[in-house]
């Protein structure tokens, strides 16, 4: 409790007269947050993603980065696959285990015009538990709620995804109403899994992916039709997205979008 108290306190003089929006990223363990907000953080360039992974990671094996300038972007893609699974697995038996991520990230990013923060909080119980710390220390704009959508391979996975729905909705209906956050934005996206790292795991197809956009299943499943509709207007931004993708190139649009209907939502509570 001490040592919560302390840090509480660090964290309140941190930003005591920054007037830089903060983001408040959490959701379920392995929904995609830190996929997320590194993709935002990187340069699209080849040599500036490795660059940044090598200080990310912390690996010595990379200075051979300029090699992959030429490559052709598939054969590019790969390299980054095989990168990654290098740098966040671990050898058990025949096996190969991701890495839980045990710790917070926190990163400054651009885009819309204006620069904010980002927190990312991990999705494991003991460490979501101490997210109110954050949130009631620090002001923030905007939660970013992730919940993850991987294509169900049979009713086992059915029924693990059901259940991550129903604890994703919990969580999300208490942040809801916390009173730190009544001013905040609530951005759910539901990151659709478009390619794996995982050669057995299925992928959603085209026609799946604009079906989700059309019905937007898993506003109903959340039951966010069930908030006031005044708050659904005003504080809930819903998207489908897939975090391998998100980036801050001019042609992906949704990041920026969801950046501007924040912005947005400040301003009218200060005409209010």
């Avoid at 939660?143 to 991550?164: H, I, P, S, Y």
């Avoid at 990151?191 to 795991?201: E, F, H, P, R, Y």
Wanted: charged residues 30%.
């Amino acid at each position: 409790v001490v040592a919560m108290a302390a840090v509480a306190k660090a964290l309140k003089g941190c930003f005591k007269h920054e007037e830089m929006k903060m983001f408040f990223l959490v959701g379920l363990e392995g929904s995609g947050k830190t996929t997320l907000l590194y993709k935002l953080k990187m340069p699209r360039g080849k040599r500036e993603f490795f660059d940044d992974f090598k200080k990310l990671r912390e690996v010595e094996d990379m200075s051979d980065s300029k090699t992959y300038e030429s490559m052709p972007p598939d054969v590019f893609a790969q390299k980054c696959s095989e990168f990654f699974n290098e740098q966040t697995s671990k050898k058990s038996g025949e096996e190969e285990k991701l890495e839980k991520d045990y710790g917070y990230h926190y990163e400054e990013l651009t885009g819309k015009g204006i620069t904010y923060g980002m927190w990312d909080c991990p999705g494991t119980d003991g460490m979501r538990k101490m997210a109110p710390m954050f949130y009631r220390n620090i002001k923030m704009s905007a939660v970013v709620f992730m919940l993850a959508c991987k294509a169900c391979r049979n009713d086992a996975d059915r029924a693990e995804e059901q259940q991550n729905i129903i604890k994703t909705r919990n969580i999300l209906q208490q942040m809801l109403f916390e009173e730190e956050l009544r001013e905040a934005s609530f951005i759910i996206l539901v990151n659709v899994w478009t390619s794996t790292l995982q050669a057995d795991q299925p992928t959603f197809q085209k026609d799946e992916l604009e079906a989700f956009e059309r019905d937007r299943p898993h506003y109903y499943r959340l039951l966010l039709h069930e908030l006031p509709e005044i708050m659904q207007k005003t504080r809930i931004i819903f998207q489908y997205i897939s975090a391998v993708d998100i980036d801050r190139s001019p042609n992906n649009k949704k990041w920026a979008d969801i950046l501007a209907k924040v912005v947005e939502h400040e301003k009218n509570l200060k005409k209010a």
